[in-house]
């Protein structure tokens, strides 16, 4: 069965850095793209960075552009989410996506950002 778990979550300081990694399983991994979203507290979940099959298609939300950076190690089967830069409304649960016949989610990880 298709599994996507995250990690790489936790504290950090305004304009501090954190990298995301989200492992695949039960899908053939390079066939498909990838994607990190994230909800906020009291807000909708919304899409924060793709990558395609080819890993040099990506795309990102407009408010991560120039911080975030999403990569995908296919050997590894791994998709990661590189954010500098952050700021206090980047605090969410980042959930790994992959639509896979059907949308398939992880649990998330839970990124704080605070002074």
């Known amino acids: 069965q298709v599994q996507l778990v995250e990690s790489g979550g936790g504290l950090v300081q305004p304009g501090g850095s954190l990298r995301l990694s989200c492992v695949a399983s039960g899908f053939p991994f390079s066939d498909y793209g990838m994607s990190w979203y994230r909800q906020a507290p009291g807000k909708e979940r919304e899409l924060v960075a793709h990558?395609?099959?080819?890993?040099?298609?990506?795309d990102y939300v407009d408010s991560v552009k120039g911080r975030f950076t999403i990569s995908r190690d296919n050997a590894k089967r791994t998709v990661d989410l590189q954010m500098n830069s952050l700021k206090l409304e980047d605090t969410a649960v980042y959930y790994c996506?992959?639509?896979?016949?059907?949308?398939?989610w992880g649990k998330g990880t839970l990124v704080t950002v605070s002074s």
């Open positions: 990558i395609s099959r080819n890993p040099e298609i990506t």
């Open positions: 996506r992959v639509f896979y016949y059907k949308d398939y």
